[in-house]
């Protein structure tokens, strides 16, 4: 028995080193700091991927025109990393391409997910973004509510804000209906978008008034109708023509979903003030376009209009229909009625947003050519939520005075 014990002890200590030195090489992705947010606005991103040749990082800093990303550097342990900034305090989104592949971060669990795309996000913080920021204020609530579309002949979903004290209470409230762009879906405003947040703030702060938001799903899919240009079409004028017929049927059959079955359930679930003088309607990018398609021909039901990142267009590649004008006849060719039933028409654009371009500028020069009033805002940055969130702060407090 003690030449057993003695021979399993020897096999036991020949085994141990090679056990401990398996255990003694950590993997540095399993502990990393991926994305550090420095007392001076830089962040630090870094990934584990010792196999790769080329990782760079990108994100909505830079179509807002607050610097670069770039190509990080790889360490002896296989981390790549890379500082940028220092940015302004404020959400942002980011994503690695590593080898050519686009890729999350797997070591941040804070996401973006829309329609089209995921990123990941991150936060400055600094009192210049305390506007959309979670502060200890009274709350809102925010639901997902689902509804049949006689339109569209399908159930469908969308988000809804009610101010702090809705549900104890029994007041009823002006309405904001307030639609997402085109890559995100009806989750996107209060999530990425913050419109929760920034409304919450707003009230605390006795800058806007108590107010419902309703957020529905601007995404439609039509069978056999697609607004989407294949590579090279840009220049094709029957591709560009279709593709503006598309948009135009999309349009369409979300306003007849918003009119039929969106404003009559939040009238008639929610406790709102049903007049044209408490309704107001607002989006970004697609958002907007589906905006400019019903507010100012349905002045019977909107006194408010807000269009963010999205306008007119010289040629057929944007958002719009060329038949605007057309189309809005009675809105532009009346001024003085016009004038008298729209409290608010409020547009807003980047300097370099070059998704739009100058379609915000030649809105407003349109409206300006017919005398119809209105506040155009250019800010700077592009195509990204940091104006978006930017321009609804601006943009609440205007409303139902």
Known sequence: APATVAALLAIVAAFAPSH???????????????????????????????????????????????????????????VWSIAVGPLPPDVYTYTFTVDGVRTLDPRNPQLKVGRSNVDNVFEVPGPEAAFLQLRRVPHGEVTQVWYYSEALKETRRMHIYTPPGYAAGSARYPVLYLIHGGGDDDSAWSTTGRANFILDNLIADGKARPMIVVMPNGGVSLPGVSATLAPGDRDNPKAL????????????????????????????????????????????????????????????????????????????????????????????????????????FWIGSGKIDRTVFDGPKLLSETLNRYGIKHEYHETEGGHTWINWRRYLNEFAPRLFR
């Open 20 to 78: 401990a030195q398996a255990q003694v090489a950590p993997n540095p992705g399993a502990t990393l700091r991926s994305c550090e947010v420095l007392p001076d606005g830089k962040v630090v991103f870094r990934i584990y991927a010792p196999k790769a040749s080329e990782v760079t990082v990108s994100g909505d800093w830079v179509t807002q025109g607050l610097g670069t990303g770039g190509t990080l550097q790889k360490d002896a342990q296989g």
């Open 241 to 344: 023509e279709a593709r503006m017929e598309a948009l135009a049927k999309e349009q369409d059959a979300f306003v007849q979903d918003l009119l039929t079955s969106i404003i009559p359930y939040v009238e008639k679930n929610f406790r709102v003030l049903a007049n044209r003088d408490n309704r107001a309607i607002a989006g970004l990018s697609m958002g907007g376009a589906r905006t400019l398609r019903v507010g100012p021909s349905r002045l019977d039901l909107f006194s408010y209009i807000g269009v963010f990142s999205m306008g007119l267009q010289k040629g057929p590649t944007q958002g719009v229909p060329s038949d605007f004008e057309e189309r809005n006849a009675k809105f532009l060719k009346n001024p003085q009625e016009t004038n008298k039933l729209v409290k608010l």
